[in-house]
């Protein structure tokens, strides 16, 4: 669990807010409300970074079993973000180096990224990326 900080920064939402149809996997169209992979994903067309944690790349990876384990974590943050409303909170830089809104993501109190920590999902982010290859 986190310990909200600022709650007045939080930007509240709901499924329902978010769009007309539920989030969806990004494709190669205009990018509005999808998820890209498990820490990565759109909302009213703005690119989201999961700032708690790190999950396996998808894009990119580095053996099978990272591309294995990368599209896992991503269907299951698409599960996570379709079961209801949500916060946005912002908890240190607002902004990464890519242009991308750091944000943790949480619902009822609860991280969805601790959520996919303690599912095998993803690691807590410490600032270092590390290989998810055996």
Do not use: H, Y
């Not at 539920?22 to 989201?48: H, P, Q, Y």
């Not at 959520?115 to 055996?134: I, M, P, S």
Request: glycine share 10%; proline share 2%; net charge positive.
């Amino acid at each position: 669990m986190i310990r909200l900080i600022g709650v007045s920064a939080a930007i509240f939402l709901s499924a329902q807010g978010v769009a007309a149809s539920a989030m969806d996997l990004c494709g190669s169209g205009k990018r509005i409300n999808c998820v890209v992979d498990g820490d990565t994903f759109w909302l009213r067309g703005e690119k989201v970074r999961i700032a708690d944690v790190d999950t396996p790349e998808i894009s990119q990876p580095s053996c099978e079993s990272e591309l294995q384990r990368g599209v896992a974590a991503r269907d299951r943050l698409l599960v996570l973000l379709n079961e209801g409303p949500f916060e946005l909170v912002v908890s240190g830089r607002s902004v990464d180096r890519n242009g991308r809104k750091l944000r943790i993501v949480v619902r009822n109190g609860r991280s969805l990224g601790d959520q996919l920590v303690a599912e095998g999902l993803a690691r807590t982010w410490d600032g270092k990326r590390r290989t998810w290859c055996d």
